[in-house]
């Protein structure tokens, strides 16, 4: 008993170094990219090629007073930044980097996480709602309905995928995709789950809950200091859980591609060349307007996605023999 609880405190002191580095390298990595793809410099200053000018920022914000201003509804205002900062830990903790590899191997692992993605929005609802702003309100609001619009074709991009395999297990999917990845089979799942994820991580173009040219900076106007800096490192933690997801869904997770190599290192290459892509998808096009941002979620995405289910249960059942 003693053994297993040392474990899995390991697990966890492991877990949560690797998503703060994640995080320090996530942000680096997103400046370089917009800078090198909008013909800008980007970090050059601080440390070899810029290389710490995020450990500099971390650092200001640790030591950064904490305002916390008057007509805020305290308790809420208070805990909105943990609620999504462990949302998004939470998420993190059920993905499997190999088949032995993780800390949490359950039945409904993709299930979980959905549902967790969905809890990040309950706390940036309460920093809008709570922070007696009203961009901050209203970001928050902008938030809600993306969520409800984006959470639904989300989930169901990866009900194909579900129907192939049998399972909820993210580790079942990958073994699933030995001799064949799934985004072959499921290339519209792929795009409608990629489209989908990059609204629910509020990145550009869908980032109408914190436009900065409209909204100041949205639900998080009010935060400062460590609590701004959650909220940051909660959207790094999820970029990297949602391109670990798509990796592991569609990409066959540690499954390798020609080369042999350890497992947790292909998911974790696989991560980041879909990482790579958000980024530049963000670095690219311009923002939608809310009306837009909706007729893209109601009027074509779950309408894909329903396609997409439809069309897979008629190939099983052909394979299977359900028409003969």
Avoid at 15 to 23: E, N, P, Q, R, V
Avoid at 126 to 143: P, Q, T, V
Avoid at 249 to 270: H, R
Avoid at 271 to 285: D, H
């Amino acid at each position: 008993m003693i053994v297993e609880i040392l474990i899995m405190l390991l697990k966890l002191v492991v877990a949560i170094a690797f998503i703060m580095l994640s995080a320090l390298i996530l942000i680096l990595m997103l400046r370089k990219v917009m800078g090198h793809m909008q013909s800008r410099v980007g970090p050059n200053r601080v440390g070899p090629f810029g290389i710490l000018q995020t450990v500099a920022d971390a650092s200001k914000l640790l030591f950064k007073e904490d305002i916390i201003p008057a007509g805020v509804d305290g308790w809420a205002w208070r805990i909105a930044p943990s609620v999504v900062l462990m949302a998004s830990m939470a998420s993190f903790s059920f993905i499997p980097f190999s088949k032995s590899l993780t800390m949490v191997n359950s039945n409904i692992s993709l299930f979980f996480i959905f549902a967790m993605s969905s809890m990040t929005s309950v706390g940036i609802i309460m920093a809008g709602w709570s922070s007696n702003n009203k961009y901050s309100l209203i970001g928050g609001l902008r938030n809600a309905a993306q969520i409800i619009s984006y959470e639904v074709p989300l989930v169901l991009s990866t009900i194909g995928v579900v129907m192939m395999t049998g399972s909820l297990n993210l580790v079942d999917i990958v073994e699933k995709q030995k001799h064949l990845f799934n985004i072959f089979p499921q290339f519209l799942g792929f795009l409608i789950f990629m489209t989908a994820a990059l609204a629910e991580l509020n990145h550009t173009p869908f980032d109408i809950s914190e436009a900065e040219s409209e909204l100041v900076s949205g639900f998080n106007t009010e935060y400062s200091a460590m609590r701004f800096a959650m909220f940051f490192l909660a959207e790094f933690f999820n970029v990297f859980v949602v391109a670990a997801l798509g990796a592991i869904v569609f990409l066959g997770g540690w499954n390798p591609i020609f080369i042999p190599l350890p497992g947790f290192v292909w998911l974790i290459i696989k991560s980041y060349i879909l990482i790579f892509v958000i980024m530049w998808i963000r670095s690219t096009f311009p923002r939608f307007r809310a009306d837009q941002l909706l007729n893209i979620g109601w009027k074509l995405l779950l309408p894909a996605s329903l396609v997409n289910i439809f069309g897979t249960g008629i190939v099983l059942l052909i394979i299977n023999g359900g028409l003969s």
